[in-house]
């Protein structure tokens, strides 16, 4: 299918935040491996987990012999820089969806998707590891139907609230909106496993971008044209 | 030149024109509200002037979440303190009664408080959350005077935008703008949890700010100083913080 330029560039915007914010993420995270339940946590209450990591700060104890580097600094403001970016890029992507069709043609399944028969059908090419033939690869499938939706209407709004509800600002501002998720370190807990999730859908992306024909796929994102692969693949 | 180029031409311009002109007028409201944090230079100004702006205008009215006692972590939680100099060791021999806290910059009345002083002033006590930027947190009940108090007792001068606070561990020092530093929950605290606060929560002077992060709730507070810039303060960035690479706004 051809990709317009909207969502070929935020595509691509998108692709560097994600980066950013996963590696920003995990380096945020080795300062305190451990995930909480409730508002508070440290290392004299009882965790709910423990990643078997070492820390980057020496308080925490990890069973390692050693500290990793703090680089709490610059991950944080880089962090929220690309938060930013990923936001507005996400605001632009979903307006424009609503109003150029997007949306509704290529997001939401059609009616005949939504069968057992159509579901079974995706489900069993994908299992047998099928590549799209022609026909198929000009529109997205039932199953990458829902997974987009499922990435941009649900974990992307979660991993941003969830990560909103652990500043104390915002807090002090919407306290309801921590609450209801049973705290600022249940917040935290929950922002964790959504990006867990966020990175397990970029791996399976990358699988099936892989399956369907790196290169063609890869230029029909870059340029627009899906076409025939003119090189053989 | 075809007639569709001239035309996406003449809307690039003007789209352009109009985004440019759209920065300018962001840029000066939000230098004339104050929505400019000092640490707006460099590869991540952009996205701390975003976060400063954008809370400051959201926290205008907020109060920080206060927890009932039940909430109050047990056992109470204190981090690591870099080991305390001889100053304070000779300080703290003394029951803390020599422990002054110095007050001047943009003020009418300089002046320096004892620790029975700021005691025998309206005290507030508030039960909050404390999170580090780590990923730790705990909840304490922490007992003070506001610091609206103090610089009420100073006057500050109209044109004070910040208080600069000092600590007997010269590599700390931080600022606020007045929002928080007049802000009813920023407290000079001097208990916690019903009694003193202890020597590894900051005793027997701490400035608490609970609507940010533990970082710029800065322990031994020794010195205030109100002021309308920050550019005269260490590499004018604000803070010891963004000097060490950490956001001077510590909200988020």
Redesign the interface.
């Given at each position: 299918m051809r990709h317009s330029a909207l969502v070929r560039v935020t595509h691509w915007i998108t692709t560097l935040c994600f980066l950013a914010l996963l590696v920003t993420g995990i380096e945020?995270?080795i300062?305190?491996p451990?995930f909480y339940w409730g508002?508070?946590?440290?290392?004299?209450?009882t965790p709910l987990f423990k990643l078997p990591i070492p820390a980057s700060?020496?308080?925490v104890p990890t069973g390692y012999g050693y500290v990793l580097p703090d680089q709490?600094?610059?991950s944080?403001?880089?962090h929220?820089?690309?938060?930013?970016v990923a936001v507005l890029t996400g605001l632009l992507y979903i307006i424009s969806s609503l109003f150029s069709g997007h949306l509704r043609k290529n997001l939401l399944p059609g009616g005949a998707d939504l069968s057992w028969q159509a579901f079974s059908s995706t489900i069993a090419n994908h299992l047998r590891f099928k590549p799209p033939d022609e026909e198929e690869s000009w529109s997205y499938n039932l199953l990458q139907r829902l997974t987009y939706l499922l990435v941009i209407f649900v974990l992307f709004p979660l991993v941003i609230w969830t990560g909103?509800a652990?500043?104390?600002?915002?807090?002090?501002?919407f306290?309801s909106a921590?609450s209801v998720l049973g705290g600022?370190?249940s917040a935290?807990t929950i922002h964790f496993f959504v990006s867990v999730a966020l990175f397990l859908f970029l791996l399976v992306h990358i699988a099936m971008i892989c399956l369907a024909g790196f290169r063609k796929r890869l230029r029909a994102m870059i340029t627009g044209r899906a076409g025939i692969d003119k090189e053989g693949a | 030149m075809s007639d569709l180029s001239r035309r996406k031409l003449i809307i690039g311009g003007l789209a352009t024109a109009a985004g440019a002109s759209g920065l300018v007028v962001a840029n000066g409201l939000a230098k004339r509200y104050g929505l400019i944090p000092p640490d707006n230079g460099g590869l991540y100004g952009l996205g701390e002037t975003l976060n400063y702006a954008s809370q400051r205008v959201l926290t205008s009215h907020s109060m920080a979440r206060e927890f009932p006692r039940s909430e109050i972590s047990n056992p109470p939680f204190a981090n690591d303190v870099a080991p305390l100099g001889e100053a304070f060791k000779r300080l703290q021999e003394g029951a803390f009664a020599g422990w002054r806290l110095l007050v001047d910059g943009m003020v009418a009345r300089p002046a320096s408080f004892s620790l029975a002083e700021l005691k025998s002033y309206p005290s507030r006590s508030q039960i909050t959350h404390l999170a580090c930027e780590e990923g730790w947190s705990y909840i304490a009940e922490w007992i003070g005077v506001p610091l609206s108090h103090v610089l009420g007792v100073v006057g500050i001068l109209p044109q004070a935008r910040y208080v600069v606070y000092r600590s007997i561990q010269p590599d700390w020092w931080d600022s606020v703008d007045m929002a928080d530093a007049l802000h009813p929950q920023t407290l000079v605290a001097y208990g916690m949890n019903g009694g003193e606060l202890p020597v590894g929560n900051g005793g027997p002077l701490r400035l608490r700010v609970p609507r940010q992060l533990g970082y710029k709730n800065v322990k031994y507070i020794t010195r205030l100083t109100v002021t309308d810039d920050l550019k005269r303060f260490g590499e004018g960035l604000g803070s010891a913080s963004p000097e060490g690479g950490y956001a001077w706004y510590a909200g988020i």
């Open positions: 945020i995270l300062s305190h451990r508002e508070t946590g440290n290392i004299h209450t700060r020496s308080s709490n600094g610059w944080r403001y880089l929220f820089q690309s938060a930013w909103l652990m500043s104390p600002a915002i807090a002090s501002v306290p921590v600022q370190q935290r | -």
